[in-house]
C-alpha cells in the first residue's frame, strides 16, 4: 500500500513568519502534487513536480521534489492570513491513481 | 469554461439508506474520479470512471458503485449506508491524456449518516 505522511498535521503561526510543510512515502511517484483546500471547497491544484530535485516557486510559496521521487515539501515565506487552510500533498502512482497525505492545517494569524 | 459542480451539497440520511450522488464534470474532460474526505484527513480515492467504465477502484466495498454517463456526467451511489460513511465525497475531472493527471475538484458533498 503506498502512503504519504504528512508533516506537521497541524501548523499555527503569526502573520510574516516562514513555515515547511513536508511530505513523506517509503513508495516512488512518478510525479506529486500539491493543492490546497478552504473549508467547504473542493482542493485546488497548486502545483505539479515531476523531475526528481526539482523546485518550483509560486510566488512565496517553493516547492520541492526530492532526488528520489518519494518525498516533497512545500516551503511558505512570510506567511499572511490569506494562506490559511488545509495543505494537502498526492503523488501520482504508476496506474495513474491519485494517493493524498493526511494534510496539514494551517493557521496564519494577523 | 464550466468548472466541476456536485449536488446536492450536503445531505442527511439513516443507517441502512442508500444514497446518490452526482457530478458534472468541466467541459473539455472525459475522466471523473471520486473521492471520500474524512473529518481532519486527505480525501481517499474511491474510484475513477473513463468512457463509461469503471477505471480503477480504491479500497472501498461493493456497496460503493457509480455510472458515467456520455455526456462525462457521473454518479456515486452508496448502498446500505453506514455510520462511518459520513464524510465529505468530492468528485474530480481530468483529460484522460492530460501529461500529469492533474484533477479538478467540485465542491464536494457533505454526507451526514445517523
Known amino acids: 500500500t503506498q502512503l504519504l505522511e504528512q508533516s506537521p498535521q497541524f501548523l499555527s503561526i503569526q502573520e510574516g513568519e516562514n513555515l515547511t510543510v513536508y511530505c513523506n512515502s517509503s513508495?516512488?511517484?512518478?510525479?506529486l502534487q500539491w493543492y490546497r483546500q478552504e473549508p467547504g471547497e473542493g482542493p485546488v491544484l497548486l502545483v505539479t513536480?515531476?523531475?526528481?530535485?526539482e523546485v518550483k516557486k509560486l510566488k512565496r510559496l517553493t516547492f520541492q521534489f526530492g532526488d528520489a521521487r518519494k518525498d516533497s515539501s512545500l516551503h511558505i515565506t512570510a506567511a499572511q492570513p490569506g494562506d490559511t487552510g488545509l495543505y494537502l500533498c498526492?503523488?501520482?502512482?504508476?496506474?495513474?491513481?491519485?494517493?493524498f497525505g493526511q494534510g496539514t492545517e494551517l493557521s496564519v494569524k494577523p | 469554461e464550466t468548472g466541476v459542480t456536485q449536488s446536492p451539497t450536503h445531505l442527511i440520511k439513516t443507517r441502512g439508506q442508500q444514497v446518490t450522488l452526482r457530478c458534472s464534470s468541466q467541459?473539455?474532460?472525459?475522466?471523473v474520479s471520486w473521492y471520500q474526505q474524512a473529518l481532519g484527513q486527505g480525501p481517499q480515492f474511491i474510484f475513477q470512471?473513463?468512457?463509461?467504465?469503471?477505471?480503477g477502484r480504491g479500497n472501498f466495498p461493493p456497496r460503493f458503485s457509480g455510472l458515467q454517463f456520455p455526456n462525462y456526467s457521473s454518479e456515486l451511489n452508496v448502498n446500505a449506508l453506514e455510520l462511518d460513511d459520513s464524510a465529505l465525497y468530492l468528485c474530480?475531472?481530468?483529460?484522460?491524456?492530460?501529461?500529469?493527471?492533474?484533477?479538478?475538484f467540485g465542491p464536494g458533498t457533505r454526507l451526514t449518516v445517523l
Open positions: 474530480a475531472s481530468s483529460f484522460r491524456l492530460a501529461a500529469y493527471n492533474e484533477q479538478f
Open positions: 513508495s516512488v511517484f512518478s510525479s
Open positions: 513536480v515531476v523531475t526528481g530535485g
Open positions: 498526492a503523488g501520482v502512482n504508476k496506474w495513474g491513481k491519485l494517493i
Open positions: 467541459s473539455g474532460h472525459n475522466t
Open positions: 470512471y473513463y468512457r463509461e467504465e469503471e477505471n
